[in-house]
C-alpha cells in the first residue's frame, strides 16, 4: 500500500488493526463477525478482508496490489534498509524492478545521484545485496530442523532394513544449515538408490552424483540434499567421518595420528570404543567442531555439558507493557506451568520508543503489579528487569534512581548500528562499567541471515564483563544465538557467567529456550557457569548481593 500510495489513513488502520490482532491471544481464523468487531483498530473493511482471508487465503485489495507490482520489486523490498518510498523512487526513475537490476545500478553509480541517496546509501544498498547473495541457500537449524526430520523418516520408510544417520551440519547442531546430509548403509544398496532416486521432492543432480553419493536439491525450498551410501561393514566409520567437522578430523590424537587416520583403522566396535582405545574423554556430537576439544578430552578435561533440565528460570522476557503480545500475568503463569521456577521480566525501556519502551510511570505500575502477582504465585517469583537500551556514548538510558529499582538489567544496543569496531567495542565496555548492568545483552547486534550486526572485539568485552561481574546473554532466538558458541569458553576462562534468555515477546517464545542450549553445549558451557541454572533463591541471592555491593560502594 505504501509502494503504490495509497490513501496514509488506509494505511494506518492496517497498520492498527495488525498490531491490534497480532497482540491479541485469539486466532483469528476461529473468531466470527461478532466477534471480530469487538477487537480494537478492526472495522467493516477489516472484516471483509479477514473472511476473504478465511475462504481463499488471500483478498481483493491484496491481489490488486500485488497485479500492479512487478515480481522483482517484492524481491527489492525485501533487502534492509529499503522502504517502500526509496523502492519507488528506484523503479519511477531508474525502472529498477529487481535486485540484479539494483547491483547493477549501484555499481555504475546511479543510485547515488538519485536525490536522497548518495554514496553512503550507495555503499550500504551493495553490502546488503552481497551480504543476501551470500547467503542464499542457507538456512537456520530451527527453521530446518522438522524439515529434516521429515526426510529422516522418509529414508527409513523406504529403506527400513537399512541403517541410518544424520551428518555434517545438522547433526552437530550448527546455527547455519546448507546442506541435509544423510548416510545409508544397507545389503541392497541398489534398491534402496532405486526408491530414493524415485523421490519427487528432490530434484537430483546426477552430474555431481556417483556410485557412493546422490546430491541434489529440495524442489520446495533451496536446500542441497547429499546422501552417501556404504556397506553395513563400513557405517560407523563414515557415519564418525562424516559427522564430524574438518578441524576436528584433523586434530592431533598423538604425535603422527589424527582423529581422521584413527577412524580409518576400523579397530573399534562402537562410537564409545572409539574414544576409550584412543585415551580420549568422550567428546560429545555438538563439539566436534576443531575448536580444541580433541586436546581436553586428551587431559580428561571436557565437562558434564549444561542440558534444558538444568535451567531453572527464563530471564529477559518482553509483556504488553512495551512490545510484548502477552500480559505480565500470561507471561508469569504459563512460565510457571512449564515447570520453571521464575521469570525475569524485562521490557524495553524509554529510549525504544518505537518499541513502546517504559517511562517511569509505566515502570511504577508494573513493579506494583509483579509485588501482587508474586504474593499470589508464590513460591514462584517474578524478578523486576528491563532491557536498557545502551545509547550511543555506552551510557544506560535511566538515571540511576531507576536503574537502582530493578533486580536486573539487561543492557542492549539497538540503535546506530553501524559502528566501526573500535566505537562498538568502546560502547560496550562502557555500558559493561556501569555498576547497574547485570546482563549484556545479544553484544554483536547480529541477525543470523539478517544482518552481520557490529563488529566488537570480543576478548576486550568479555575481559570487562568479567572485571565487572557482568553475565554475558546467549539470546536464544535462533535468529541471534548471540554470544557465539565460538567464544563460551573464553568467558567460562574468564570466570564469566553466560545466561540462556529467549528475548521472548509471547509465552510461545519460551520454546527458543532448547536453541540457546544448544548454542551453550557447543561451546562447553556448564550448569555451574549458567546464570538462570541457579535456583530461584540462589538467583535473588545473587542479584540482591549485587544491589547490597552497590549500595555500599555508593
Request: aromatic share 8%.
Given at each position: ?108 553509480g546511479k543510485v547515488a545521484k538519485i536525490k536522497g541517496f548518495g554514496d553512503k546509501t550507495q555503499n550500504t544498498i551493495i553490502q546488503n545485496l552481497e551480504f543476501k547473495a ?319 550486526g557490529y563488529p566488537i572485539d570480543h576478548k576486550a568485552v568479555i575481559d570487562a564483563c568479567a572485571a565487572n561481574n557482568v553475565v554475558i546473554e546467549i539470546n536464544a532466538n535462533p535468529w541471534r544465538l548471540d554470544l557465539d558458541w565460538r567464544w563460551v569458553h573464553y568467558a567460562m576462562d574468564q570466570g564469566v557467567m553466560l545466561s540462556i534468555n529467549p ?52
Open positions: 500500500m505504501e509502494l503504490h500510495d495509497e490513501n496514509p489513513f488506509k494505511i494506518r488502520s492496517y497498520q492498527s488493526a495488525l498490531i491490534s490482532l497480532e497482540r491479541g491471544d485469539q486466532d483469528i481464523m476461529e473468531l466470527n463477525e461478532a466477534a471480530l468487531a469487538k477487537l480494537q483498530g478492526v472495522g467493516k473493511s477489516m472484516i471483509e478482508a479477514i473472511q476473504q482471508l478465511k475462504t481463499t487465503d488471500t483478498f481483493p485489495l491484496l491481489e490488486e496490489l500485488i497485479n500492479k507490482t512487478p515480481e522483482g520489486i517484492l524481491e527489492v523490498l525485501q533487502i534492509k534498509g529499503l522502504g517502500p518510498k526509496k523502492v519507488k523512487v528506484l523503479w519511477e526513475e531508474l525502472g529498477i524492478t529487481s535486485s540484479h537490476e539494483l547491483m547493477e545500478a549501484c555499481q555504475s551470500s547467503n542464499s541457500g542457507k538456512w537456520l537449524y530451527a527453521d530446518i530442523a522438522e524439515m529434516i526430520g521429515q526426510l529422516e523418516e522418509t529414508f527409513k520408510v523406504f529403506a527400513p532394513e537399512a541403517a541410518l544417520a544424520i551428518v555434517g551440519d545438522f547433526a552437530r547442531q550448527m546455527e547455519i544449515i546448507t546442506e541435509a546430509e544423510f548416510l545409508i548403509a544397507s545389503a541392497e544398496l541398489a534398491s534402496v538408490k532405486s526408491k530414493i532416486k524415485s523421490m519427487e521432492s528432490i530434484e537430483w543432480n546426477l552430474p555431481e552424483s556417483g556410485p557412493r553419493t546422490f546430491r541434489g536439491k529440495l524442489k520446495e525450498i533451496d536446500l542441497r540434499v547429499t546422501i552417501h551410501f556404504c556397506s553395513k561393514e563400513d557405517f560407523l566409520w563414515k557415519k564418525l567421518s562424516l559427522i564430524a567437522a574438518p578441524l576436528h578430523l584433523e586434530s592431533l590424537v598423538n604425535d603422527q595420528e589424527s582423529i581422521a587416520l584413527r577412524l580409518q583403522k576400523r579397530d573399534y566396535s562402537s562410537e564409545d570404543e572409539f574414544f576409550s582405545i584412543n585415551k580420549l574423554q568422550y567428546i560429545p556430537t555438538e563439539m566436534r567442531e576443531g575448536f580444541g576439544e580433541v586436546a581436553l578430552a586428551l587431559e580428561n578435561k571436557i565437562p558434564e555439558l549444561l542440558t534444558d533440565k538444568d535451567l531453572k528460570g527464563i530471564l529477559h522476557n518482553h509483556s504488553t507493557y512495551s512490545d510484548g503480545k502477552h500480559s505480565l500475568r500470561q507471561m508469569a503463569e504459563y512460565c510457571k506451568e512449564l515447570g520453571y521456577e521464575y521469570l525475569g521480566i524485562s521490557d524495553h525501556s524509554k529510549t525504544a520508543f518505537y518499541a513502546g519502551g517504559l517511562e517511569v510511570e509505566k515502570i511504577l505500575k508494573q513493579h506494583q503489579e509483579i509485588d501482587e502477582l508474586n504474593r499470589e504465585m508464590a513460591p514462584f517469583r517474578i524478578f523486576k528487569g528491563i532491557e536498557s537500551d545502551i545509547l550511543s556514548d555506552g551510557k544506560l538510558d535511566y538515571e540511576d534512581e531507576v536503574l537502582a529499582s530493578f533486580d536486573f538489567i539487561v543492557a542492549s544496543v539497538h540503535s546506530i548500528l553501524n559502528m566501526d569496531i573500535n566505537r562498538a567495542t568502546s560502547r560496550l565496555i562502557t555500558a559493561i562499567e556501569n555498576p547497574y548492568t547485570t546482563i549484556l545483552g545479544h553484544p554483536t547486534g547480529r541477525l543470523l541471515l539478517r544482518r552481520q528475548d521472548a515477546h509471547e509465552m510461545d517464545g519460551y520454546a527458543d529456550m532448547k536453541y540457546g542450549v544448544l548454542v551453550g553445549r557447543k561451546g562447553g558451557l556448564t550448569k555451574e557457569m549458567t546464570l538462570n541454572a541457579m535456583t530461584a533463591d540462589e538467583i535473588g541471592s545473587y542479584f540482591d548481593a549485587r544491589l547490597e555491593k552497590l549500595k555500599i560502594n555508593q
